[in-house]
């Protein structure tokens, strides 16, 4: 299994982004899949998730900016992040769970100047 993530870049606050993360390899079925992030310095945070019933989790931090949807037909994941801070400032990690096991993509990162 891979996931592929792409979309991050430099932004001043304010202003928006969307990452794209696809999964690819041999599965049957995504169960949840989302979005991590980490700052320097600080753990790798929730995000934003999409379960496997369809129904999207979001941090606190993030609610009412962010708008996190995926494609099961495509096996991808999107995140679109409005209204971008620079505390949004990290490394954003695709994830994805098979079962019991949970994947990762390589980061992207986002940078939100001020």
């Known amino acids: 299994v891979q996931l592929q993530a792409s979309g991050g870049g430099l932004v001043q606050a304010g202003g928006s982004l969307r990452l794209t993360c696809v999964a690819s390899g041999n599965f049957i079925r995504i169960h949840d899949m989302g979005w991590y992030r980490q700052a320097p310095g600080h753990e790798r945070e929730l995000v934003a998730l999409?379960?496997?019933?369809?129904?999207?989790m979001y941090a606190d931090s993030v609610q009412d900016r962010f708008t996190v949807s995926r494609d099961n037909a495509k096996n991808t994941v999107w995140l679109q992040m409005n209204s971008l801070k620079p505390e949004d400032t990290a490394v954003y990690y695709c994830s994805a769970v098979f079962g019991s096991a949970t994947y990762w993509g390589q980061g992207t990162q986002v940078t939100v100047s001020s």
């Open positions: 999409v379960l496997v019933t369809g129904r999207p």
